[in-house]
């Protein structure tokens, strides 16, 4: 009792037990080492299945802009045959077009193909760097 004099008493200090936490950390990191694989190889899956309409998903076009020129998978092009290639039923709608642009093309160059594409429908467009020859 602190009834007057003597030693006074230690102080509290409130402190977090940190153990449950840890424990349930741990806990977490082996479900997620476990499940994403299983994830992984099942959308590996779902990416090779053939699509429903019998169209070719891994069609890959490129589009090269260099130099005021245009080319459409190495051979060289206008902006109508373009326009029309891209229209055409042969060139599936849900394949992957390419549009590559050599170094130093302006983009006023680069964005009429691309209004181009948008126009056309193509929601699945990646870009990359083509040579100055065309491709």
């Known amino acids: 009792m602190g009834f007057g ?8 200090r409130p402190f977090m037990n940190v ?15 476990l499940a994403v694989p299983a994830l992984q190889k099942s959308s590996a899956e ?7 309409d019998g169209g070719d998903d891994a069609a890959v076009h490129e589009i090269c802009v ?3 020129g245009l ?8 902006e109508a045959a373009l326009r029309k290639a891209i229209s055409d039923p042969a060139m ?13 093309t302006p983009w006023s160059e680069v964005l009429p ?6 126009e056309s429908g193509r929601s699945r467009v990646s870009f990359s760097v083509c040579s100055e020859g065309g491709s």
């Open 46 to 52: 779902k990416s090779a299945e053939p699509s429903a």
């Open 71 to 78: 080319s459409l998978d190495g051979r060289k092009t206008d």
């Open 66 to 68: 260099s130099g005021g």
């Open 5 to 12: 004099g003597g030693e006074p008493e230690e102080e509290v």
């Open 19 to 33: 153990v449950p936490f840890i424990d349930i950390m741990l806990v977490l990191l082996v479900v997620f080492m």
């Open 92 to 104: 599936p709608a849900t394949g992957t077009i390419t549009l590559a642009a050599a170094p130093g």
């Open 113 to 118: 193909v691309m209004r181009l594409l948008s």
